[in-house]
């Protein structure tokens, strides 16, 4: 029996007592849940939405419980699914294939849309190729239909989610959206609620969604100029630096220590090619790229490529947290422009299980070195905090999570 009171949010336990307090079946349970959708009226009716639409909103609506990173009181948290960024290794994510077909297709839009990217760029600052790898990414040039329902999606983990405060505000703005004309048909999301060619959560929307083809409304489903130069003025808003690369490959010197490949080590790019480092394919730098502050980025530890990252690759960070979202995102902007593959090819490394990188970082928090969440996934300070593990235990350095180190620590 699931008790639906435990985890209530204290507006929501005073609706909830009006039902089952614990609800021994689905009726019960979807009683309380539409409660609570119920009580968000006052806040829906303050940002403008109708009676109207608030009601056909809500109309039907159930929760979506198959959703992850719900806290259902009784259940498991579900862990959110296999986002390929988090549990495939570089060359899995990163592949060949991919990036040919991807730019391929970017190209032939980069001369579609010439104007458009051009108008973009002098408006914001992005380069087009950047936005044109942003929509690749995120839906396939607009070719991959969103799976979800986004009001379900959005009630959903505004009642059981593990961030449901910020969910009821995404709610309320999905809401407003129709209010303001969105049909109710185009409102399919991820499972993270996000809407659009490229990505928008709903508050995202009503922030940065721009009408770039002057007729009269932002339309980040059905038009490119303005899905595209929403994309744009999103990354402006986190400080893109226009004229600035995301990122330069570099080869990285034997004496390369991986455990400073951390956001907060950083020195000029000059800098880093004194200690050793060199751009690939023998790219030459600017006196001002030479300035620019960057730091080092292995995302295979020692193995694979290596990367000098400034401002605009965090930037980028922002839109999506993981590096490997990043690094295509990165990448496939280089290959819309012309660019070939890496220099340095991704190594045939294995995935350590999530459980064992969860392992692997619980003990190095025990140990003092690592002070960022257990979620595991080998980010960048894993990665780090592994380095000074094997460096202070006389081990191989490469910054790279493998059963025999993890064997070492249980030991």
């Not at 259940?75 to 699914?81: E, G, L």
């Not at 505004?158 to 048909?185: C, H, N, S, V, W």
């Not at 990285?252 to 800098?271: F, K, L, N, R, W």
């Not at 922002?318 to 090819?345: C, K, M, Q, W």
Request: proline share 6%; glycine share 8%; charged share 25%.
């Amino acid at each position: 029996m699931m008790c639906l009171l435990r985890g209530l949010r204290p507006h929501v336990v005073t609706i909830a007592l009006l039902f089952a307090v614990c609800a021994p079946n689905h009726a019960h349970a979807d009683s309380a849940f539409n409660a609570f959708l119920e009580s968000l009226w006052p806040r829906a009716q303050q940002i403008g939405v109708s009676r109207k639409v608030f009601d056909a909103g809500l109309r039907g609506l159930e929760p979506d419980l198959t959703l992850p990173d719900l806290d259902i009181p009784g259940r498991p948290a579900s862990p959110p699914p296999g986002q390929a960024e988090f549990v495939q290794t570089p060359g899995q994510y990163l592949r060949e294939s991919s990036f040919d077909r991807l730019a391929a297709r970017g190209r032939e839009l980069s001369v579609q849309h010439r104007a458009t990217l051009a108008r973009i760029e002098k408006g914001f600052g992005v380069p087009g190729n950047v936005v044109l790898a942003i929509w690749a990414r995120e839906t396939d040039y607009g070719s991959y239909k969103l799976p979800y329902d986004a009001l379900r999606v959005l009630a959903t983990q505004a009642y059981f989610g593990k961030r449901a405060a910020l969910f009821q505000a995404e709610f309320l703005y999905a809401l407003k959206m129709i209010q303001d004309g969105t049909p109710r048909a185009d409102m399919r999301s991820s499972w993270g609620g996000a809407l659009g060619m490229t990505q928008f959560l709903p508050s995202e929307f009503y922030k940065l969604g721009v009408d770039f083809d002057g007729d009269g409304r932002a339309d980040i489903f059905r038009s490119v100029p303005d899905a595209l130069a929403s994309a744009a003025k999103q990354l402006q808003s986190k400080g893109w630096r226009s004229g600035e690369r995301w990122a330069y490959e570099v080869r990285a010197p034997q004496s390369a220590d991986c455990s400073i490949g951390t956001p907060d080590v950083t020195m000029p790019i000059g800098e880093w090619l004194k200690r050793g480092f060199t751009p690939a394919k023998g790219r030459k730098l600017s006196p001002k790229e030479l300035s620019l502050r960057a730091s080092l980025l292995q995302p295979e530890g020692n193995y694979g490529p290596s990367f000098l990252t400034p401002k605009n690759y965090f930037v980028i960070k922002e839109y999506n947290f993981s590096d490997l979202y990043v690094l295509f995102v990165g990448h496939l902007s280089d290959r819309i422009a012309g660019a070939g593959p890496f220099e340095t090819a991704w190594s045939k490394s294995d995935q350590l299980k999530t459980k064992d990188v969860e392992a692997m970082q619980q003990r190095l928090i025990e140990l003092g070195i690592y002070k960022d969440k257990i979620d595991g996934k080998a980010g960048m300070l894993t990665r780090a905090a592994l380095g000074q593990y094997q460096k202070a235990n006389g081990l191989k350095v490469d910054c790279w999570p493998t059963a025999a180190v993890l064997s070492h620590m249980r030991r």
